[in-house]
């Protein structure tokens, strides 16, 4: 994998981009003085080096009814169940993220859910692939 050097202006466009996307490139160049032309032509280069691969949005699950937020390891039941269970979890709505980790399980998954019927659903579905460990969030800190 290649190394990118970026400069510090670079740096900190990045930065006011991850704490705001919605900043136009004309707010950021005069944070960082600089024209609103420049930010976007330096922006467009860190996105064709893939530096920044896209944007995202902030959000509140709860507002929208999926208050549930459970924490998955999954233990696969065979080497022949991983491509159909990537696939089942890629397609799943409720799956937040998947992570294939080292250690104790096969994947990692944080899942949203409206209610414990719907995560009983869901945990019914995962037992076509193997057995899991499902830890509930409490609170998120960070």
């Keep these: 994998m290649t190394s990118y050097l970026i400069d510090d202006t670079d ?3 990045l930065q006011y981009l991850i704490e705001d996307s919605t900043l136009s490139h004309k707010e950021i160049g005069e944070k960082v003085h600089m024209t609103g032309q420049a930010v976007g032509a330096r922006i ?5 080096l893939e530096i920044i691969e896209g944007y995202t949005v902030r959000w509140n699950p709860s507002k929208i009814g999926q208050s549930l937020l459970a924490f998955i390891t ?3 039941s065979s080497n022949a169940a991983h491509p159909p269970f990537q696939q089942f979890a890629k397609n799943h709505d409720s799956v937040a993220e ?3 980790v080292s250690g104790e399980g096969c994947y990692w998954m944080r899942v949203r859910l409206t209610d414990q ?3 009983n659903a869901f945990l019914d579905e995962l037992l076509e692939f193997g057995n899991y ?8 800190l960070k």
């Design 74 to 76: 999954v233990f696969l």
């Design 11 to 13: 740096y900190r466009i």
């Design 117 to 119: 019927v719907a995560l």
């Design 44 to 48: 467009r280069r860190m996105r064709e």
């Design 98 to 100: 998947l992570h294939r």
């Design 133 to 140: 460990r499902v830890n509930l969030g409490m609170g998120q």
